[in-house]
């Protein structure tokens, strides 16, 4: 038997704790196991690009038609060589993609130094924005996606100043792009800031209080942010960016959320690409958190909307795709109505079935821009 590029599990119980390791196994004629280690038979290495693709496609298989990629590892061996790379793999994935170029200037409101690692994050905002200046222009060349959007994401209060936070983000309006910022996502963040004014002063209260914050405006996470300050944003028409399934995997919290407030799904995280679970998620974390099976008006058709339409006024592209309306991308996923779990379904119950019951597996297709990019 050949198991190359499998893994294999001894009765679902990890082998030290890793399955990364891509230890070959000697075995006896009789199937007893005589030898752990030595020299793996097979290159397991992997270039950067066909991490990328791989991904992209996964998320395909997912359902997923169009990704906002929070980008931050920029260098490589070059300045900014990992953002054309990973607008590459997109195109030959396949999959639409807005490429949100994150700013990373530290690694904390006291500016500790660095990791060698976040070295490949980090460059100057002059540096920063000349190279999205580029990118701006090359993005255009695109050909086989509908669309390769770009906008601004500044990591976070604590990995970049309140000076450049505003420049970038009167920059970002200037240009009408959208703009993201990793948000309260655990407590840590809020205790520095108060530490770092002197003063009562949260991230959100900063934010509210210097931008002039609107539907091009997404928070992502808000994991902590106050429930009053999340009902002053969606006033203000910002979007919120959440990772259900990412918040329960790093153990981080549960948000507040309101009603009439602008929400889409992401992940934080690669354990797992399920979009259906995601939703699901949303939903049951409220509902748990507040004893009650009607938080915010998470039903299977608000979720879906979340989904969809919800996601691509976060990414600024509600005029292109997020509903089926002349004029936008045809894209869309298709399900297996002969599954078990849908089968029977009548028109008034399948998005609850689809959004509460299925899984990947259950997808059929899924089109972008009217051609197939995935089938099983």
Not at 28 to 40: A, F, H, Q, R
Not at 46 to 54: A, G, M, N, S
Not at 170 to 184: D, G, S, T, V
Not at 322 to 332: A, L, N, P, R, V
Request: proline share 3%.
């Amino acid at each position: 038997m050949s198991f190359l590029g499998k893994t294999i599990l001894p009765r679902m119980v990890w082998y030290d704790g890793k399955v990364h390791e891509n230890l070959p196994i000697t075995i006896s004629c009789d199937g007893v196991i005589t030898e752990i280690g030595g020299t793996i038979p097979y290159d397991v290495t992997r270039l950067p690009d066909e991490y990328c693709i791989t991904t992209f496609r996964e998320m395909l298989a997912a359902g997923i038609t169009c990704v906002g990629e929070f980008h931050y590892v920029h260098h490589g061996s070059d300045r900014f060589d990992l953002d054309e790379m990973v607008l590459q793999a997109a195109e030959e994935a396949g999959i639409r993609i807005t490429l949100i170029q994150t700013f990373y200037e530290a690694a904390g409101f006291d500016r500790p130094a660095l990791h060698p690692v976040q070295k490949r994050f980090v460059s100057s905002y002059e540096e920063f924005v000349e190279n999205l200046k580029k990118l701006m222009k090359d993005e255009r060349k695109m050909s086989s996606i509908a669309v390769a959007g770009m906008f601004i994401l500044t990591h976070s209060v604590r990995a970049v100043s309140f000076e450049n936070i505003r420049k970038l983000y009167e920059f970002a309006m200037q240009k009408n792009l959208a703009f993201h910022i990793h948000l309260e996502e655990q407590p840590k963040e809020i205790e520095d800031c108060i530490r770092f004014f002197g003063q009562k002063t949260t991230p959100s209260d900063w934010l509210l209080q210097n931008l002039n914050i609107n539907k091009r405006f997404s928070a992502v996470h808000a994991t902590y942010t106050s429930r009053e300050n999340v009902k002053k944003m969606v006033q203000n028409g910002a979007n919120f960016v959440i990772c259900p399934c990412t918040e329960g995997y790093l153990g981080d919290g549960i948000p507040h959320l309101v009603d009439n407030q602008s929400i889409s799904f992401g992940t934080d995280c690669n354990n797992r690409i399920g979009f259906l679970e995601e939703m699901r998620w949303a939903c049951y974390s409220q509902q748990m958190r507040h004893n009650s099976r009607c938080v915010a008006g998470l039903s299977a058709n608000r979720l879906l909307h979340c989904a969809t339409a919800g996601g691509a006024r976060s990414l600024a592209l509600d005029n292109i795709v997020g509903s089926f309306e002349i004029g936008k991308q045809m894209d869309f996923v298709s399900f297996n109505l002969c599954s078990p779990l849908l089968n029977g379904l009548s028109s008034d119950t399948i998005i609850d079935g689809i959004v509460f019951s299925c899984d990947n597996r259950e997808i059929k297709r899924v089109v972008v821009s009217g051609i197939t990019r995935f089938l099983q």
